[in-house]
């Protein structure tokens, strides 16, 4: 089950009662954001619950809908509206990890919740796009010496270039950046060129959120998890009388 934010719901009167006539989610059936519009089923008088289905008007297949606790029409009209709409079966959802706090650029920020948005949509070439804007973007603001070329692939073979000037330790650890940065590059090329046999589909828009999301925990993350760790580690040394 899911909870459907209340903000994402039609309310309307029903049966003595106000009850969500439409729903804006993430179907669970073909997870994809869709309308659903409800029917009322029953009403349990001890749980103060209403049993509702709801229509998804993009697959036709039929959600279970719970309200609770259920809100008569005086109710409402005292604004006593405190409630809770919970959906079967559960979509799909794949949740922000990074949050404003984390990240220090507000055009990376806006790009990374695009990813997701439009993941969660049902567009998976949007949100592979989304992704590599992302990837710019970290390039250009944390590696200044690559030039600013707007296409990934050139990022990416300039930002290896520089790595191998660097001491070997240095080099080491950049490599799997640099890799991370092919696989984007191939990712989000397939998914600007048409293809009328196949096309990038949610699987294939996953997998790249995921390496995307390495990326960004490993340079704007890591160091703060890693002086947690070290700060949890001190606090178990013995203090010195």
């Known amino acids: 089950m899911q909870k ?5 719901l039609i309310w309307e009167k029903r049966n003595g009662y106000v009850l969500p006539a439409s729903m804006d989610c993430v179907c669970g059936f073909c997870n994809t954001l869709a309308c659903l519009q409800t029917k009322y089923s029953s009403k349990d008088d001890q749980l103060e619950s209403i049993f509702m289905t709801g229509r998804c008007i993009h697959c036709g297949e039929t959600s279970k809908i719970w309200i609770f ?7 409402w009209k005292d604004n006593n509206r405190e409630c809770e709409c919970w959906i079967y079966p559960k979509a799909e959802i794949r949740n922000y990890k990074f949050t404003e706090t984390d990240i220090n650029s507000e055009r990376i920020m806006r790009a990374y919740r695009e990813a997701i948005d439009t993941f969660n949509a049902g567009k998976p070439i949007s949100s592979i796009n989304s992704c590599g804007r992302v990837v710019e973007g970290i390039a250009k603001t944390n590696f200044p010496n690559i030039g600013n070329t707007n296409q990934i692939g050139k990022l ?8 191998e000037k660097l001491p ?3 080099s080491n650890l950049l490599s799997p950046l640099s890799s991370l940065g092919e696989a984007l590059r191939i990712g989000r090329n397939t998914a600007g060129h048409f293809d009328f046999e196949k096309e990038p589909d949610k699987n294939l828009a996953s997998k790249i959120l995921d390496l995307t999301e390495f990326l960004m925990q490993y340079v704007y993350t890591l160091d703060g998890e890693a002086d947690k760790v070290e700060k949890l580690i001190l606090e178990l040394v013995p203090q010195e009388p």
């Open 156 to 163: 990416f073979t300039k930002l290896k270039s520089e790595s």
């Open 4 to 8: 459907v934010p209340f903000d994402k």
């Open 168 to 170: 070997e330790e240095f």
């Open 69 to 75: 606790p259920f809100k008569t029409e005086q109710q």
